[in-house]
C-alpha cells in the first residue's frame, strides 16, 4: 500500500516506521519542515498535522482521489464541511480522536460506566482528567472530548468546560507535564467515596499502529467511518 503522510512529527515518524514495517511504501510526506514525493497515486493518506493545517490537507488529498485516515485534533468546528467534501469528491474518510485499540476499548467501558452511573447521578458527580507531554497543542485532548461525549449522553449536565467549576457541567482537567503519553481517568464522586476508570498509555506505539491498521481497513472504500467499524464494534 502507498501510504501520503500528511504532518511528520513525532506521530507521523512513529506511523512511518510501523507502516515500512508491515510492508508498505511511503510515496509522499507533507510537514512544514519536510516534502518530499508525489500525492497522486497514493492508497491512502494519514493525517497527523498540526490543527490549522489539517482541513486544507485533509482536501488535498480528497482533490487527487486519496481516503484520508486523520487523527489530528482541535479542527472538529469543520468537520461537517470535511464530511460533505468527502462525499462530493466520493472518497473515504475516517476520523478518530484516539487510535489505540485500548483507548477505543476504553471508550465503550466508559460508555457502559456511565450508563450504570444514570440513575446515581444525584449523589455522584463525573468529571474527567487528562494528562499529556508539555508538546501537545489542544486542550482538552480529542481523547478527553469523547469521553466527555460518553458521560453526557447519560446525564442530565448541559455540556462539559475545562478546569470548571459549574455544577450543570461536567469538568475536564488537563495536565501537561513532561514527556507523557496519554493517561485519561473518568471518576465519579459523592460525599462517602468515588469510583474511577483509568487508561494510561505506556508510549505512543499503540496510537501509531492503530493509525496504520485503520488506513489499511480503509484503502478502497468510499464513505464515512469511525475506528468502531474498524474494530467491528457496531455487532457488540
Not at 507502516?19 to 493518506?45: C, M, N, P, V
Not at 487527487?64 to 468537520?79: A, F, I, R, S
Not at 481497513?217 to 468510499?222: E, F, N, P, S, V
Request: hydrophobic share 40%.
Amino acid at each position: 500500500m502507498k501510504i501520503a503522510l500528511l504532518g511528520y512529527g513525532r506521530m507521523g515518524k512513529a506511523i512511518e516506521k510501523f507502516a515500512l514495517d508491515r510492508g508498505h511504501q511511503i510515496t509522499f510526506i507533507q510537514d512544514k519542515d519536510k516534502y518530499s514525493g508525489e500525492i497522486k497515486g497514493a492508497d491512502i493518506a494519514i493525517n497527523f498535522s498540526i490543527p490549522e493545517a489539517a482541513v486544507d490537507n485533509i482536501k488535498l488529498a480528497f482533490d487527487h482521489d486519496v481516503p484520508v485516515v486523520c487523527g489530528t485534533t482541535g479542527w472538529l468546528n469543520q468537520y461537517k464541511e470535511i464530511v460533505a467534501y468527502c462525499q462530493k469528491r466520493k472518497s473515504g474518510f475516517l476520523y478518530a480522536s484516539n487510535f489505540s485499540i485500548g483507548v477505543n476499548l476504553f471508550f465503550k467501558i466508559n460508555s457502559y460506566v456511565a450508563g450504570l452511573m444514570k440513575a446515581h447521578q444525584k449523589d455522584y458527580t463525573p468529571s474527567i482528567e487528562e494528562i499529556h507531554h508539555i508538546h501537545k497543542i489542544d486542550a482538552p485532548s480529542g481523547t478527553a472530548l469523547t469521553l466527555a461525549e460518553g458521560v453526557l449522553k447519560e446525564s442530565n449536565l448541559t455540556g462539559w468546560e475545562l478546569e470548571g467549576t459549574a455544577t450543570d457541567k461536567l469538568s475536564i482537567k488537563s495536565v501537561r507535564e513532561g514527556e507523557v503519553p496519554g493517561t485519561h481517568r473518568v471518576a465519579y464522586r459523592s460525599e462517602i467515596d468515588e469510583i474511577s476508570i483509568k487508561h494510561q498509555a505506556f508510549g505512543r506505539e499503540g496510537f501509531a499502529l492503530g493509525a496504520v491498521i485503520a488506513a489499511e481497513w480503509l484503502a478502497g472504500k468510499k464513505g464515512i467511518f469511525s475506528m468502531d467499524d474498524v474494530l467491528n464494534f457496531h455487532s457488540t
